[in-house]
């Protein structure tokens, strides 16, 4: 089947703009993620979906960062005001929520976000 | 704070033989740990775990270690084949209550490899 698919591939826009990035899950899976990876480093967690809602985001850099997720499916990420360093790729991720297991995450292909 | 880290940014190793890709963690609360691996433009895959509770997994050429009281773990490829050449991250995750998963993972920062023909 399908595996999770991302919106733009690449983005470029200038500081000071506001972006939506976009996340198709694959179908069935309740959990959904957002992370970033910045040059050179890690990946790292923005925040985290459970159906609609977002038991953590605790990841999410500044107010300038949101996310919403609707009917259980397609998640977007809205950066406001864009600075340069939010470049980076932005990874989203679902999962089938597992019981008593570990939570194995398939990710899609990211979207490169570049702030002039 | 750098819970999970990766010290070796690259490896290089020689078609055939043994690849060790290590990761040392801080956080004793981890109950699971993955092994991801990246090929350029696209999303990490999955491709190994280990439970806290155990010290070893195998799957086919991968073999994870995990050493609790040295906080460590480590993934063996062997043989290595040209094919394995990519970003490997080692990710950590906790179980919430109920020992459902908690979500959220916490990712090194990679080891790139390159298995050499």
């Known amino acids: 089947g399908a595996g999770v698919s991302q919106s733009p591939s690449n983005k470029v826009t200038e500081k000071g703009k506001d972006v939506e990035l976009r996340c198709d899950p694959i179908s069935g899976h309740t959990a959904l993620y957002w992370y970033r990876q910045s040059l050179g480093q890690g990946l790292e967690f923005l925040i985290y979906f459970q159906g609609n809602s977002a038991p953590d985001k605790s990841g999410l850099p500044s107010d300038r960062f949101s996310a919403e997720r609707t009917g259980g499916s397609v998640s977007t990420l809205t950066i406001q005001r864009t600075q340069q360093e939010d470049s980076a790729v932005y990874l989203c991720a679902s999962s089938l929520q597992a019981l008593a297991d570990y939570n194995e995450q398939f990710f899609g292909p990211g979207t490169r976000l570049t702030v002039l | 704070d750098q819970q999970v880290k990766q010290n070796s940014p690259s490896l290089s190793v020689q078609e055939g033989r043994i690849s060790i890709l290590n990761c040392d963690y801080t956080?004793?609360?981890?109950?699971?740990f993955l092994w991801y691996k990246k090929y350029p433009a696209e999303g990490p895959t999955f491709l190994i775990s280990i439970s806290s509770i155990k010290d070893k997994n195998e799957d086919g050429r991968f073999t994870v270690f995990l050493n609790k009281s040295a906080k460590h773990l480590s993934l063996h490829i062997v043989p290595s084949q040209p094919g394995d050449s990519a970003v490997y991250f080692c990710a950590a995750g906790r179980f919430g209550a109920g020992g459902t998963s908690y979500g959220k993972l916490t990712f090194g920062q990679g080891t790139i490899l390159t298995v050499h023909p």
């Open positions: 956080n004793s609360m981890f109950d699971y």
